[in-house]
């Protein structure tokens, strides 16, 4: 059901940018595409969402393609404690509103 | 704001027990969800709850599964006769009515043995 697709992992060393891609080719013009990250054996921290105009808050940039079918999560300057898996998420507009997780991109940050 | 709490945050049972899980939203949160997340897996949506309605459920939750918040507080998951294949990390998350982002808890580690 998921309606992401993801690299399985990446790494990327000590402060420098991590570029995290996700395609969601199929999405609706209503729907928003949201960023998760899970650290080991914790529950899933929101990191950003938008709809088609980039965002930026303290913790990452979204960059969203024109047409929409992708997106790039952007964290500035990678920390070790920026390792985990990060899951990009489209968030089906109805009654739930629930997400549907893929199995996300485990990110490496390597010191 | 303390977040979302889960209790208990571990559970070992035997197969063909019954566990009862609690989640405790962020006050004022009017909608909260229940997923599960098995090893390598992404969270799997189970069911959903605005206040004390619950507006849906997914086909993962088999009818040993049960879910309830009386009083659009708490909430509380049930799994009757377990099985093996429950096994399982079980997340509570709630969000507020003005925006859709959702707070997770840490989970329940369930492990059925």
């Known amino acids: 059901d998921a309606k992401t697709t993801q690299p399985t992992s990446m790494d990327c060393a000590e402060g420098r940018a991590a570029n995290l891609p996700c395609n969601h080719s199929?999405?609706?013009?209503?729907?928003?595409v949201y960023w998760y990250r899970q650290i080991h054996s914790q529950g899933p921290q929101y990191i950003i969402h938008?709809?088609?105009n980039n965002e930026t808050n303290e913790m990452a940039s979204l960059i969203i393609t024109e047409d929409r079918k992708s997106s790039t999560l952007i964290l500035p300057h990678a920390t070790l404690r920026d390792t985990a898996v990060y899951y990009c998420i489209v968030r089906v507009t109805g009654t739930g509103n629930q997400f549907y997780f893929g199995t996300g991109t485990s990110l490496t940050v390597i010191p | 704001d303390t977040g979302v709490s889960q209790d208990p945050r571990h559970k070992i049972t035997k197969r063909g027990q019954n566990v009862t899980f609690r989640c405790d939203p962020i006050?004022?949160?009017?909608?909260l969800y229940w997923y599960r997340q098995t090893l390598g897996q992404g969270p799997e949506f189970l069911t959903y709850?605005?206040?004390?309605?619950?507006?849906?459920k997914s086909r993962l939750l088999s009818d040993r599964f049960s879910a309830e918040r009386p009083k659009g507080s708490f909430s509380t998951l049930e799994i009757q006769r377990t099985e093996q294949g429950d096994s399982a990390m079980y997340l509570c998350a709630s969000s507020p009515s003005t925006s859709y982002e959702q707070y997770f808890g840490p989970g329940t580690r369930l492990t059925v043995t």
């Open positions: 709850f605005q206040n004390e309605a619950q507006l849906e």
């Open positions: 006050s004022e949160h009017n909608r």
């Open positions: 938008g709809l088609k």
């Open positions: 199929t999405i609706s013009g209503n729907e928003y």
